[in-house]
């Protein structure tokens, strides 16, 4: 391994043929930047959809009330499903439930009101909820505080403002902790500022909007018993599918819905998403391993094509040195490093340019703040990975030329032309 004359010999026939030499090393080259660019582009995918779930519970879930489309005990379909206050009651009793968020909507699902503050106006979302909504949505407190339990109970006339609100309300040197915004009609003092953890429409929304306590809001704008949709989470080891049959049979009976009717009862279960994505994502790396993968053993097999020819070229050269005392041993020793080293050779190059190529799709995606793609990163591991793979790849290339270097008898060696 450090005999300095078998490496110098190795280089010297590896330039023999600079074209060839060249030609090959490409293939395998090729095949490990191919694998390079698809795990990153695997994972960039990956890093994308887990930077959109940022600061949302994994084992969440959101339920409304739609139209029914089947009649049941009675009543006839086209019924308007509108959850009230005793369903808050009636899924806290529920085993699956881990915690429980009751929301109202001021005009409705992601529409928008006039908030002011002295001479400064703007158009926000106004939301009505529970603490325990910071257990679900995670959120980044700039300043202050989210609602507490003493808010719910007293029905304090008080708001927590997001990042927008205080950019389009108040000055960069005014601070909001304590002064009051108008609310249709209606002042409220902030207590606190939120950032968020998440990025895209999710991101702007919750920048977008301000959260007052639930019994606050809904005595303050008359919204009578109304719940417009619950955000909940599932106790650790609850079944995805468990957690909605539970919520759905629970709603069904109490709103006389008909247990076979799918449509009564909108419902988003990020259990079930994050389950899909994590399948996705396990399907897409074996898939760039696969394509990744081949288009380097086709690198490979053109290696070990051309170490075959060039065994039939050195065949004179291969039998004086059998002839000389060369054991096979040697001789396949000879042609598997020189093997190895146009693989890893080719090889390093290949992930050099596979890291330089990752580098600048990260720059790219770095000036697009909205990308869905998030940073296009390979592990160390996964390159130690490729590093192997280049090894055994050469092995693998040198295996039947080397056999058949092996095989060479002196005399027949001697006689060939």
Request: charged share 20%; net charge positive; hydrophobic share 45%.
């Amino acid at each position: 391994m450090f005999d300095l004359d078998k490496w110098k010999e190795i280089w010297a026939t590896l330039r023999s043929n600079r074209l060839r030499t060249f030609l090959t090393a490409f293939g395998v080259f090729w095949g490990i930047l191919m694998l390079m660019a698809m795990l990153g582009f695997g994972s960039s995918i990956k890093s994308g959809s887990e930077k959109q779930m940022k600061g949302m519970a994994t084992n969440m879930m959101f339920v409304w009330g739609q139209v029914t489309s089947q009649a049941h005990d009675g009543l006839p379909p086209g019924r308007n499903v509108k959850f009230n206050t005793d369903d808050i009651d009636l899924l806290r009793r529920l085993p699956a439930i881990e915690y429980l968020a009751p929301r109202l909507s001021l005009g409705g699902w992601q529409s928008t009101n006039i908030v002011s503050y002295e001479s400064k106006s703007g158009t926000f979302t106004i939301m009505g909820d529970y603490p325990e909504l910071k257990k679900i949505v995670a959120f980044q407190y700039d300043a202050g505080r989210f609602i507490n339990d003493r808010d719910i109970t007293d029905k304090r006339k008080i708001a927590v403002i997001g990042k927008a609100v205080r950019e389009q309300l108040f000055g960069p040197e005014d601070n909001p902790i304590g002064k009051y915004i108008k609310v249709g009609g209606v002042y409220f003092q902030i207590v606190g500022i939120t950032g968020t953890l998440r990025s895209g429409q999710a991101g702007d929304r919750d920048a977008n909007t301000i959260f007052l306590p639930f019994t606050t809001m809904r005595n303050s704008f008359n919204l009578g018993n109304r719940v417009h949709f619950f955000a909940l989470t599932a106790k650790p080891g609850t079944d995805a599918q468990e957690l909605e049959r539970q919520v759905r049979e629970a709603l069904s009976q109490h709103h006389k819905i008909a247990p076979t009717d799918e449509l009564a009862i909108g419902s988003f279960n990020m259990f079930v998403m994050f389950g899909k994505i994590s399948g996705f994502f396990f399907v897409l790396q074996l898939i760039s391993w696969l394509v990744g993968g081949a288009t380097l053993f086709a690198g490979v097999v053109g290696v070990s094509n051309i170490m075959l020819i060039t065994v039939k070229e050195r065949t004179k050269e291969i039998g004086v040195r059998k002839a000389l005392g060369a054991t096979p041993f040697s001789i396949i020793s000879m042609v598997m490093k020189e093997s190895i080293v146009l693989t890893a050779i080719a090889g390093l190059l290949g992930i050099t340019a596979g890291v330089g190529l990752l580098s600048l799709a990260e720059l790219a995606i770095g000036l697009m703040p909205d990308s869905p793609l998030g940073p296009p990163t390979v592990s160390l591991g996964t390159v130690l990975q490729a590093v192997a793979v280049l090894v055994v790849a050469g092995a693998f290339a040198g295996i039947m030329p080397a056999s058949h270097a092996a095989s060479i008898k002196p005399i027949e060696a001697l006689r060939a032309e």
